[in-house]
């Protein structure tokens, strides 16, 4: 993930975050289809931006890399909040940012007919050091969980 064009100013957050996620398939008798992907970026528990991904399927046992693109362009984050990130900034050198998406899949094996779940993937604590108007980059490492 990385983040450029990040400005606070008067509880107004401004960014532009760039996520790219490997999504694995590991079945060797299921094909997937990902449909209805959301993708929302927090601090804490407060959403900053969200996105969609364009549907994508996966055959059996292959990684699939995929993009999603957020945008904040002054949008209001209540006082507390917007005081936490510039400490945190101050501190650190860094905001840590959440990542959430949350995808219908269908599962679909020879005959069998496509099945739907809800599946999400969720990870926290992603770091981003971000200085003036550089881009800086950080990893991360998401679970599937299917409910």
Not at 110 to 134: F, H, N, P, Q, T
């Amino acid at each position: 993930m990385s983040v450029s064009n990040l400005n606070l100013s008067n509880s107004l957050i401004s960014a532009n975050w760039d996520l790219r996620f490997t999504v694995r398939n590991p079945n060797k008798k299921m094909t997937l289809y990902y449909d209805d992907i959301a993708a929302a970026v927090f601090y804490d528990y407060v959403s900053l931006s969200d996105t969609t991904v364009p549907p994508f399927y996966q055959e059996k046992r292959v990684e699939t890399s995929q993009k999603a693109g957020f945008a904040s362009s002054g949008s209001y984050v209540e006082r507390r909040v917007f005081d936490e990130m510039n400490s945190e900034r101050d501190r650190r050198g860094s905001i840590g940012f959440n990542v959430r998406m949350v995808a219908r899949v269908r599962f679909k094996a020879g005959a069998w007919r496509a099945r739907r779940s809800a599946g999400s993937d969720s990870d926290s604590d992603i770091c981003l050091s971000y200085a003036g108007e550089r881009r800086v980059f950080a990893s991360l490492s998401c679970r599937v969980s299917t409910k």
